[in-house]
């Protein structure tokens, strides 16, 4: 079957809401213009996290492409604060109900600032692929601050956040198809598209709202209902999406994000992915993001640094402020609190847990956990010297360091790096050694730190790199 191409889609969207300027393509929303006053010192808005630091193709193998956003910008909530502090616990417990059942609601609070939230995954994820599109979810929700009423739709889930219970709301006024890419084809794909909207639809309203429907090797259409939807709900919501669906015909995308329900055709294949199909960077972010030993929960680690007090700041550096934290009960811990404004920066973080994770040493700083979702955060164990730059280049502090403590450090940062370069697991090189990333504990024995932008080797591989790497 040939494809005529064409610069404009037949269908343009009329609701006013945020979306990437490239629906289909693009990695997710565009920054809003600021409004975050009043949640400065909450430090809970973040910027891009996680999975965006996936390709596009590596994206949609597990269903994290984005699609839209949608923010009520001039619905606010009576208390900002309290609202979003709702929203941030809702996600807590949203998480392990989607851990165990690829989807979970929650309500938090009291009238007039109480919060409910939604998340699910369609039926054709797997639950790894479900936990990882869930994270990239989360991400999305501080572009709506400071309104608490948000949908995010990705290809494999969804989420919802609003200040009113809307479980059975099945249609709305802001639903809509969405048109791509830039692909038209002829009669046959129009009818066989049909005929698998059609079958999607059908096995929807007799399967508990979820459905596939593929017609000749080359169409294929997933329809799914909220579950929170009673079977009339979710009967009307899939017919208004079928009729909004055919609009899109002969264009080879289709998608409808209606309230209650969404809908897609395609002439790809987007439903036999599978876990097998994830690439090893997924799978190795899915076992991350599974280590319940590694989870800290956000409010957690917010009380412990009481909001990021300003006054906690420990220090600053090219990958992220570190805070020291007391938990409830009462150990003293450093979070980092990462720079997140770029894939890169996304990488680093993961490289750090992978590998601070999978080495112990005296000589090394210890990773107690991390907490992924409005911000990442890295919880370390604290050493109340800090970093070695704080006395060699304070020539008052320099002076506690004769040459006897001098030669005693000297030797745990070699002996932490010789354990790196030896390590039977994987060979690891920093590539960032420099005195503020070496610690002190209180006998200022040397602890290395900041594995951001260090590489694993296996034993049999060799590395030469003429790549400039560090941070000043």
């Not at 015909?249 to 992915?273: A, H, I, M, Q």
Request: with cysteine.
């Amino acid at each position: 079957m040939q494809g005529e191409k064409s610069s404009q889609p037949p269908h343009k969207k009329t609701v006013k809401v945020n979306t990437s300027s490239q629906v289909f393509d693009g990695p997710g929303p565009s920054s809003p213009k600021s409004t975050m006053g009043p949640f400065r010192g909450l430090a809970l808005i973040v910027l891009l996290i996680l999975t965006r630091s996936l390709s596009q193709t590596q994206s949609a193998e597990w269903g994290s492409n984005f699609v839209e956003h949608r923010c009520e910008t001039n619905h606010l909530p009576n208390n900002v604060t309290q609202a979003v502090m709702n929203v941030v616990a809702n996600l807590e417990t949203i998480s392990n109900k989607v851990h165990s059942n690829r989807f979970g609601i929650s309500s938090t609070g009291s009238d007039p600032d109480k919060t409910y939230g939604l998340v699910q995954c369609y039926n054709h994820l797997s639950q790894v692929e479900c936990d990882l599109c869930f994270f990239k979810l989360r991400t999305v929700v501080p572009f709506c601050y400071p309104s608490i009423s948000a949908r995010v739709y990705l290809d494999g889930c969804f989420l919802r956040f609003d200040d009113y219970d809307f479980y059975k709301e099945a249609l709305g006024p802001t639903d809509h198809p969405i048109c791509g890419n830039t692909t038209r084809y002829g009669p046959a794909f129009v009818v066989s598209a049909g005929m698998a909207v059609a079958a999607a639809v059908s096995q929807a309203e007799v399967n508990g709202g979820y459905g596939e429907g593929r017609e000749s090797s080359s169409t294929y259409a997933m329809a799914s209902c909220l579950r929170t939807l009673d079977a009339g709900g979710c009967r009307e919501c899939l017919s208004n999406a079928s009729a909004s669906a055919r609009r899109c015909l002969p264009w080879s995308e289709g998608r409808v994000d209606n309230t209650g329900c969404f809908l897609r055709y395609s002439y790809t294949d987007f439903l036999s992915s599978g876990s097998k199909g994830m690439n090893k960077v997924s799978m190795k972010l899915a076992s991350v993001l599974s280590k319940s030993s590694l989870n800290f929960k956000y409010s957690t680690l917010v009380k412990a640094t009481r909001s990021f007090d300003a006054a906690n700041k420990l220090g600053e550096g090219g990958f992220g402020i570190v805070y020291k934290g007391v938990l409830a009960d009462g150990r003293e811990v450093a979070v980092k609190k990462l720079f997140m404004n770029n894939r890169h920066r996304v990488m680093d973080f993961f490289n750090e847990v992978n590998i601070i994770s999978s080495v112990e040493h005296k000589n090394l700083v210890r990773l107690l956990g991390c907490s992924l979702g409005h911000d990442s955060l890295l919880v370390y164990e604290y050493l109340p010297n800090m970093s070695l730059d704080r006395f060699i280049f304070d020539d008052q502090r320099g002076k506690e360091l004769d040459w006897e403590k001098r030669f005693k450090i000297i030797v745990g940062i070699a002996r932490g790096l010789a354990y790196l370069h030896e390590n039977p697991k994987a060979r690891i090189i920093h590539r960032d050694i420099k005195a503020s990333n070496v610690l002190l504990d209180a006998k200022l024995h040397a602890k290395i730190a900041d594995f951001g932008l260090a590489r694993s080797f296996d034993e049999d591989k060799s590395h030469i790199s003429t790549a400039a790497v560090g941070t000043l």
